[in-house]
């Protein structure tokens, strides 16, 4: 298969990377710089062939060149990606929620709402029918979590854009798929300041994406657990879901 994954230089996206390569796929690893897609390359085992893809996600001209320009350097505009895997995100809390930082909700829609519109934008010309769009977005959507409005909103927005347009994509025959994980461990978790339960290794997460992309299931989440609690949290009475919240603060 032809895969493309955005945000492959870190975590997730990382190690779907590896591990597509590793059972013998031709990956496109997307990333802001060079040495650190060298830093994957050195990492890849298998018979795969790996491919550098280097943009800002944020920078929708420079995302919508390189995607075209890798496209045709692959010989892919005819054929079209099988798999378009979206895992670029950024994650800030809000510390002060009276005096928040407006600056600081840009930064985070940027990447995590726009920069996957700007990357879908630049794939869907070379989206075929039988292409597989998948959108990274984060159980966080689910539950009113403290700290995290910038962050769970950014997620809850993409995951409605990509839900909208798994509909209007049917007739073109391009299957469009949700990610929402729990916690992973990976740099961006290894950065916070509190208990997050379940968290899955990043083999783990790795694993639950691609088996539910190859059944072709719309939508992906895991722990399987942990996506139930917060459903059902999410049916308390307000008062109870703030106090539940409350206690996912800074130690
Ligand atoms: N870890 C979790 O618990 C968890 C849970 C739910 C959802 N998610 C989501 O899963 C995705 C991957 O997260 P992760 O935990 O693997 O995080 P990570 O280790 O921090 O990796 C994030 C990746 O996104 C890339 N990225 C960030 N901003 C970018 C930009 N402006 N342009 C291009 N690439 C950019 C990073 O590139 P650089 O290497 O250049 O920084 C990196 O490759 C994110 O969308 C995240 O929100 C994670």
């Known amino acids: 298969m032809n895969i493309l994954i955005t ?10 990377a590896l591990d597509y390569l590793a059972d013998g796929h031709h990956v496109v690893a997307c990333g802001r710089t060079k040495a650190k897609l060298d830093a994957l390359a050195k990492d890849a085992r298998g ?6 893809c ?11 060149l390189a995607l075209q320009e890798i ?10 990606f099988d798999c378009v895997i979206l895992s670029a995100g950024v994650c800030e809390y809000i510390d002060d929620a009276k005096n928040f930082e407006p600056a600081l909700v840009d930064r985070v829609f940027a990447a995590n709402f726009f920069g996957v519109v700007n990357s879908i934008a630049g794939v869907l010309p070379n989206l075929k029918p039988g292409s597989k769009l998948v959108v990274v977005d984060s159980m966080a959507r689910m539950f009113q979590f403290t700290r995290a409005e910038a962050y769970g909103a950014s997620k809850a927005a993409i995951h409605y854009f990509a839900g909208s347009l798994r ?3 049917v007739k073109e025959g391009i299957q469009v798929i949700t990610v929402s994980p729990g916690f992973v461990k990976t740099p961006m978790t290894d ?13 783990q997460a790795s694993r639950a994406i691609q088996k539910g992309i190859a059944k072709g299931k719309p939508h992906i ?10 459903a ?20």
Not at 47 to 52: D, K
Not at 54 to 64: A, C, K
Not at 234 to 248: A, F, G
């Open 7 to 16: 945000g492959a230089t870190s975590g997730i996206g990382k190690q779907l």
């Open 167 to 169: 509909t209007d994509l």
């Open 47 to 52: 018979s795969g062939r790996l491919s550098y």
């Open 54 to 64: 280097i943009f800002d996600v944020t920078d929708r001209e420079q995302t919508l």
């Open 71 to 80: 496209a045709v350097n692959e010989g892919l505009q005819a054929s079209g």
């Open 191 to 203: 950065a916070n300041d509190f208990e997050m339960p379940m968290r899955v290794t990043v083999e």
């Open 232 to 251: 059902f949290l999410q049916r308390l009475p307000y008062r109870l879901q703030i106090s539940l919240s409350k206690r996912m603060k800074q130690s």
């Open 221 to 230: 989440a895991f722990p399987r657990i942990f996506g139930g609690i917060l």
